[in-house]
C-alpha cells in the first residue's frame, strides 16, 4: 500500500513538473500567458501609502506586434523596470479638490491661454489671433448628430470657453455627484504641480505599461485576449453595438462620459481602469518611432529602466511640426471603440500637447519605494 501511494505521488508529481514546463514553453512559443502570479499589496497608510498598491517590477515585453497594433507600438521589445507603488485608481474630482483647496491652485484650462505655448504646435508662419480670442477655456467632446467620417476629429471636437476641471464640458456642466470619478480637463503641468504637492511623480511609460498588463505577457487587452467577457465591456469604453461613435442623441442618452473609479475589475495587481475611463499622463516625451529606436539600439538586450526620448517627435499628427512639445498618454478613454482609437489596449500610446487639457483626459501616481 504504501509502495503504491509512493508511485502515485511520484507519478502526480512528474505531471506537475510535466504541466510547468509544457506551460512554461507554451508562453515562450506564444508570447502568452502570466508573467508571474500577482499578488495584490495594498497600502495601508502606515507602513506604506495608503491608495496605492505595489507594483513588483521585473521583465516584460514591451509594445506589440499584434495585428490591432498601430506603428507606433511596434516592435515588442524587453525591457526591466524597478518595483513601485502606484494609484489604485484615477486621481478624482475629491482628490484634486482637496490640493485645490490647499494651494489655491489654477489649472491651465483657468487661465488665459499662452500664444508662446500654442504656436509651436501649429505650423510655422501662423499668425497671432487677436488678444479677445485668448479666453480661458479647453477642448471638449461635442460629438456629432449624425455619421461621419471618422478621418477629421475635428467634427466631434471643440474648443469651450469655460470648461475646467470643475466644468468638464463647459460651463454648464458640474461634478455634483462625481466625487469619484477621474478629475480631467488637466494639462500635463497641472498633473506635475498635483505631484509635487502629494509628494509622487509621474509614471514613465515602461512603468505604465508593466502595471497596466498586471502579470499578463502580452495579452491584448488588460484583462486577456477577447475584448467582452460574459458578453459585457470591461472597462468603460464606447460600445459602437448601442451606438455609432462619434454620434450623440437624446435617443442614447446623450454623451457618454466617466464612470467612478472601482466600477469595473481590478487588474492581477490591484489596479482600476488601466485601460478605459479617462487618458492618463506618463512622464515621457513621445516619440512616434522611439520603440523601434530602442528594439534597434539595443539589438534585443534588456533594456533597464527606459526614461523616454529626449525631446517629442510626431510625423503623423497631420498639421502640427513634427517636433512639437508633445507627452505621452496612456490608457484610452470613454470615447475609445472597436471602430476608431482601440487605445485600451496596454501596448496603445499616443502624444499630446502637455499645454491641452481635454475633458477625457486626467491622470495616476506613482511612488518610489
Known amino acids: 500500500m504504501k509502495i503504491q501511494r509512493r508511485r502515485w505521488l511520484i507519478a502526480a508529481s512528474s505531471l506537475l513538473v510535466a504541466g510547468a514546463i509544457a506551460s512554461y ?39 506589440s506586434d499584434h495585428k490591432k497594433a498601430q506603428a507606433n507600438e511596434r516592435p515588442v521589445h524587453r525591457v526591466k523596470i524597478n518595483g513601485f507603488w502606484m494609484d489604485s485608481t484615477h486621481v478624482t474630482n475629491d482628490q484634486f479638490a482637496q490640493f485645490v483647496k490647499e494651494t489655491n491652485y489654477r489649472t491651465t484650462a483657468e487661465q488665459i491661454p499662452d500664444w508662446d505655448t500654442i504656436k509651436v504646435q501649429l505650423p510655422p508662419g501662423v499668425p497671432k489671433p487677436p488678444n479677445s480670442a485668448f479666453v480661458p477655456g479647453a477642448m471638449v467632446f461635442v460629438g456629432t448628430q449624425n455619421k461621419v467620417s471618422l478621418d477629421d476629429y475635428s467634427q466631434w471636437w471643440a474648443y469651450v470657453p469655460g470648461a475646467d476641471w470643475r466644468h468638464p464640458t463647459g460651463l454648464k456642466s458640474n461634478i455634483e455627484g462625481k466625487g469619484d470619478h477621474p478629475v480631467v480637463q488637466i494639462s500635463y503641468v497641472d498633473a506635475l504641480a ?49 451606438q ?53 539600439q539595443n539589438d534585443d538586450r534588456l533594456i533597464v529602466n527606459p526614461q523616454g526620448p529626449d525631446q517629442s517627435f510626431d510625423p503623423a499628427d497631420r498639421g502640427v511640426p513634427p517636433y512639437a512639445p508633445k507627452r505621452v498618454i496612456r490608457g484610452g478613454s470613454f470615447l475609445c471603440n472597436e471602430d476608431y482609437c482601440q487605445s485600451y489596449r496596454p501596448s496603445a500610446r499616443r502624444g499630446a500637447d502637455p499645454f491641452s487639457p481635454m475633458s477625457h483626459l486626467g491622470f495616476r501616481l506613482v511612488k518610489d519605494q
Open 25 to 63: 514553453l507554451m508562453t515562450r512559443k506564444t508570447g502568452k500567458g502570466v508573467l508571474q502570479a500577482p499578488t495584490i499589496v495594498q497600502g495601508d497608510g502606515k507602513n506604506a501609502p495608503k491608495g496605492m498598491v505595489w507594483i513588483p517590477g521585473g521583465e516584460f515585453l514591451m509594445g
Open 194 to 242: 498635483y505631484a509635487k504637492w502629494a509628494g509622487k511623480r509621474l509614471p514613465t511609460e515602461a512603468e505604465w505599461e508593466f502595471a497596466a498588463r498586471g502579470g499578463l505577457n502580452q495579452a491584448t487587452y488588460a484583462w486577456g485576449d477577447q475584448l467582452e467577457q460574459e458578453g459585457k465591456l470591461p472597462a468603460n469604453i464606447w460600445d459602437v453595438k448601442k
Open 244 to 296: 455609432s461613435f462619434p454620434v450623440v442623441s437624446p435617443k442614447a442618452g446623450g454623451a457618454i462620459g466617466t464612470s467612478a473609479v472601482g466600477t469595473f475589475p481590478q487588474n492581477g495587481y490591484g489596479l482600476f481602469d488601466m485601460t478605459g475611463n479617462a487618458w492618463q499622463w506618463v512622464s515621457d516625451w513621445y516619440g512616434f518611432d522611439y520603440f523601434a529606436q530602442q528594439a534597434k
